[in-house]
């Protein structure tokens, strides 16, 4: 069956660290990739999202990911988060109209 | 309209009760989702509307869930007879196609069964 999954369910890191949560899915063919992020209290929105071409996809607020087809993998990263990073954020996949997300990291960056 | 729109933003029911949710997408956005997050957990996909085609009723979690969608508008989601577990958020999201723009999302409908 088709599924996304996040390594980790909590992160903790100070302001300055870098971040990287982990994204695999399980889908064949063609897929559309994306990361959510809802920060709280907020409605979920788009970070970033991959369809085809570069691997290497920017997003808003400094965050990138990286498509790795090889590994089924896409994984989000910052190089140094600040604290209103804090949120939840979710791996998407799309294959045929069929958006599927991961569990959720919850991100908390400490002061 | 600006946004995806949800109503209503919070329900309180009494368990055994039907429930009805309605979600009016970004007007002109042809792909349709409802998701269900229970507390602490990820997105549960329940249905998927794109235009004219029969719907992806996959996820619908029993039979006591069904959703309708007119045409490329407005979507309400019914639950019978709801249970506690049904207690979660309801979130509609909708977007231009699917497998292509980003979805966007609704603020939920905060269940709960009593």
């Known amino acids: 069956a088709q599924s996304v999954s996040q390594h980790n369910h909590h992160v903790i890191l100070s302001e300055a660290a870098s971040l990287e949560l982990g994204c695999n899915y399980s889908?064949?063919?063609?897929?559309?990739l994306f990361w959510y992020v809802q920060y709280p209290g907020q409605h979920l929105q788009l970070l970033l999202k991959y369809f085809s071409g570069d691997p290497l996809v920017k997003g808003i607020k400094g965050f990138e990911a990286e498509f790795i087809k090889s590994k089924f993998s896409f994984n989000l990263r910052k190089p140094s988060v600040q604290w209103s990073d804090t949120a939840e954020y979710f791996c998407a996949a799309d294959s045929w109209g069929k958006l599927q997300f991961g569990a959720g990291t919850q991100v908390v960056v400490t002061p | 309209g600006a946004g995806v729109s949800q109503s209503p933003s919070n329900k309180v029911t009494e368990k055994g009760k039907d429930v009805e949710l309605r979600c009016d997408p970004i007007?002109?956005?042809?792909?349709l989702y409802w998701y269900r997050q229970r507390l602490g957990q990820g997105l549960e996909f329940l249905i998927y509307?794109?235009?004219?085609?029969?719907?992806?009723k996959s996820g619908l979690p029993s039979d006591r869930f069904s959703a309708e969608r007119t045409g490329e508008s407005v979507s309400t989601l019914t639950i019978q007879r709801t249970q506690q577990e049904d207690s979660a958020v309801y979130l509609c999201?909708?977007?231009?196609?699917?497998?292509?723009?980003?979805?966007?999302f609704g603020q939920g409908t905060r269940l709960t069964v009593v």
């Open positions: 007007s002109g956005h042809t792909a």
């Open positions: 509307f794109q235009g004219n085609s029969a719907p992806d």
């Open positions: 889908y064949g063919g063609t897929v559309n």
């Open positions: 999201a909708s977007s231009l196609a699917s497998g292509g723009p980003e979805a966007f």
